[in-house]
Nanobody, 119 residues
Framework: QVQLEESGGGLVQAGGSLRLSCTASGSIFSINSRGWYRRAPGKQRELVAT???????NYADSVKGRFTLSRDNAKNTVYLQMNSLKPEDTAVYYCYASTISGDTWYPNWGQGTQVTVSS
C-alpha cells in the first residue's frame, strides 16, 4: 500500500498562484503513475494532471498552459504548480498514485486539499 500526504491548498484571488505537494510513503516501488484529480462542488471528480513512471505528462485541456506537474523522486514527492488561477478551479484536489500488485492495478488517493479561488 501507498500513503499519500498532501499540502498546499488554500484561498487565493483570481490570477494568483498556489503550489500543491504530495509525498508518498509505503510501497513506493509499486507506484506507476502519479498526479492530481479534483472535484468541484456538484461535479464529478476529474483528471487535472498525471505523470507516468517514465516521465510523460498529461493535462486536462482546462489547465494546459497554467498548471505544471513536476516530481522530485528523491523526496517521493510530486508538485502541482497552479498559475493564473480562475474561480472555476475551485475544488478539492486529490493526490493520486497508481500501484501494481501482481497483474492488478490499484488507485491510491490522498485525503484531499481544498483550493478556493475568489473572483
Amino acid at each position: 500500500q501507498v500513503q499519500l500526504e498532501e499540502s498546499g491548498g488554500g484561498l487565493v484571488q483570481a490570477g494568483g498562484s498556489l503550489r500543491l505537494s504530495c509525498t508518498a510513503s509505503g510501497s513506493i516501488f509499486s507506484i506507476n503513475s502519479r498526479g492530481w484529480y479534483r472535484r468541484a462542488p456538484g461535479k464529478q471528480r476529474e483528471l487535472v494532471a498525471t505523470i507516468t513512471k517514465g516521465g510523460s505528462t498529461n493535462y486536462a485541456d482546462s489547465v494546459k498552459g497554467r498548471f505544471t506537474l513536476s516530481r522530485d523522486n528523491a523526496k517521493n514527492t510530486v508538485y502541482l504548480q497552479m498559475n493564473s488561477l480562475k474561480p472555476e478551479d475551485t475544488a478539492v484536489y486529490y493526490c493520486y498514485a497508481s500501484t501494481i500488485s501482481g497483474d492488478t492495478w490499484y488507485p491510491n488517493w490522498g485525503q484531499g486539499t481544498q483550493v478556493t479561488v475568489s473572483s
